[in-house]
Structure formats: C-alpha cells, structure tokens
T-cell receptor, first 118, second 115 residues
Framework: SQTIHQWPATLVQPVGSPLSLECTVEGTSNPNLYWYRQAAGRGLQLLFYSVGIGQISSEVPQNLSASRPQDRQFILSSKKLLLSDSGFYLC?????????????????FGEGSRLTVL | DAKTTQPTSMDCAEGRAANLPCNHSTISGNEYVYWYRQIHSQGPQYIIH???NNETNEMASLIITEDRKSSTLILPHATLRDTAVYYC????????????????FGKGTHLIIQP
C-alpha cells in the first residue's frame, strides 16, 4: 500500500534562518506531488506541484522554493524565513496518470509539519 | 475549477445524520464533486466523490441534484470523531498535468458534533 511521510512534524525557527521540509512517498511510482500551506484560521493554499523529477511549478510567488531530486521525494525550502512563513505545511500526492475509473483522482496527504517562525 | 459555497459552520447531535450542503451552480459537465474533511491539526482526508449519480461508501453518502448545481454530504450516524472541517470541491477528473492537478480548497464547513 502507498504511504506518505513528511518531517519534521514541528519546527520553531528564528526569522532569517533557513528551512527544509522533506516529504517521501512509498508504494507508488511517478506520483504527482504537492506542497500546501495552511496559515492559522485560513484555508489550504497550494504552493507547489510537481509532475516529475526536477519539474516544479509554483502557484504563488513567495519566499519558498521546492525541489524534487528523486521520483518520490519532495522538499520545501527557504533561504531566509519570514514571520509570514509560519503555518501548517502539508505534502500530498496523487496518481500521476489517471487510468479511467481505476483512479479516484484523490489527493493523499501527509501528517503535516507545523512551522513557527519567531 | 468551479466555485463552491458552503455554510461556515453547522452543529449536529451525536448519533443523528449530519447533512452538509454545497452549492456549485457553475459546475461544468466534466467536473466531479469531491468531499474531503480535515480534523484539527491533521491533513485532509478524502471522503467521497461523484459525477451525477448518488454515491455511497463506508464513510458517507453523496447526493447530487439532477441539475448538478448542488450536493449534500450525508454522515448517517455522526460521532464525536466526525467533528472536522468539511470541504466540497469541484474539479475535472481528467487532466494533462500541471496546476489543475491540485485541488483548490475553500474555507469549508466546520461541523461540530454535540454529545
């Protein structure tokens, strides 16, 4: 069965420090991968998505970047954190190629990483 | 993706059926209705999806009106663990890759199950 893991689960970082959140997926190949952020009291915002190794698309301009060095690894980074980067970060995956009715088209989310920038 | 409208919050008594409405009047013919829920401090969880027929699984039932402009998610016997934010999303299921792959989550409905 497929699993998704992301870490660390919680992180407290000072303003101006770097960030690296990692996400890995097991049990599937060539997944679509996503990074979402949920600020306090707000909805989920899609930050980045990737359809393959080295292919990253950004949905909104920001202080963050993403990379996909391997098929099932997705990394969210920042060189210098801002206070506004605080939030709950979620990694997700979906089936890379829809196979008719065999795919539900759903997203599978990780446990989330809570980042507090002080 | 078509826009959806949901009530901000709802209460339901434990053991009763919870009926969560969603309006999607601009839905197009190739768009599906998806429901997810997010329990506090966890990632969203897929519940159910449908195109035009009513659907049922072990978690819930989805009732879609004939004109497809609205739908209702039904949790038949709500428990305290069903307290969560429920998101109704419409999206075309077939895509060629890219931004359309990512689901757009609105603010959802905060369902509170009362003991």
């Amino acid at each position: 069965s497929q699993t998704i893991h992301q870490w660390p689960a919680t992180l407290v970082q000072p303003v101006g420090s770097p960030l690296s959140l990692e996400c890995t997926v097991e049990g599937t190949s060539n997944p679509n991968l996503y990074w979402y952020r949920q600020a306090a009291g707000r909805g989920l915002q899609l930050l980045f998505y990737s359809v393959g190794i080295g292919q990253i698309s950004s949905e909104v301009p920001q202080n963050l970047s993403a990379s996909r060095p391997q098929d099932r690894q997705f990394i969210l980074s920042s060189k210098k954190l801002l206070l506004s980067d605080s939030g709950f970060y979620l990694c997700a995956w979906s089936v890379g190629v829809l196979l008719g009715d065999r795919s539900t088209g759903e997203l599978f989310f990780g446990e989330g990483s809570r980042l507090t920038v002080l | 993706d078509a826009k959806t409208t949901q009530p901000t919050s709802m209460d339901c008594a434990e053991g009763r059926a919870a009926n969560l409405p969603c309006n999607h009047s601009t839905i197009s013919g190739n768009e599906y209705v998806y429901w997810y829920r997010q329990i506090h401090s966890q990632g969203p969880q897929y519940i159910i999806h449908g195109l035009k027929n009513n659907e049922t699984n072990e978690m819930a039932s989805l009732i879609i009106t004939e004109d497809r402009k609205s739908s209702t998610l039904i949790l038949p016997h709500a428990t305290l663990r069903d307290t969560a934010v429920y998101y109704c999303i419409v999206r075309a299921r077939v895509y060629s890759g890219g931004g359309a792959d990512g689901l757009t989550f609105g603010k959802g409905t905060h369902l509170i199950i009362q003991p």
